[in-house]
């Protein structure tokens, strides 16, 4: 496991590292009534949405990638390899995906919530 701050030693000593964040919102985490738009206080780990991990990584000293579509993935690892492979540089992609799935998308037969899958919110 790592944490984003790892990103300092990786800049730091110009390891080469390519990670990917799925960041899914903390899915499937609710407060109380936070479905319901009430106002309450927030669980410790309920963060704010689409937070930019990119950015930190940039001010680390690595690179950042933000990907909000699959056809973004595969340019965004290939400029992620060349700068690990040329220059030693680091990489962070932030795929930017959705936090929870509702029945609302899908048929009345199914069931309430679905596991998304990378980038599962967009078409």
């Not at 080469?16 to 738009?37: C, D, E, L």
């Not at 795929?95 to 899908?106: A, S, V």
């Amino acid at each position: 496991a790592y944490s984003i701050m790892e990103f300092e030693t990786l800049g730091k000593y110009r390891i080469p590292a390519i990670m990917i964040v799925y960041n899914n919102n903390a899915w499937g985490v609710w407060t109380s009534g936070a479905s319901r738009g009430a106002v309450r206080a927030q669980h410790m780990y309920l963060f704010q949405e689409n937070l930019r991990y990119e950015k930190i990584a940039e001010a680390l000293g690595c690179n950042g990638e933000y990907v909000t579509s699959p056809d973004q993935m595969t340019p965004a690892l290939e400029r992620a390899y060349k700068l690990a492979s040329d220059e030693g540089i680091s990489t962070l992609i932030n795929c930017q995906g959705k936090k929870e799935f509702w029945t609302n998308q899908y048929p009345p037969s199914m069931p309430r919530h679905f596991a998304p899958g990378a980038l599962a919110y967009y078409k």
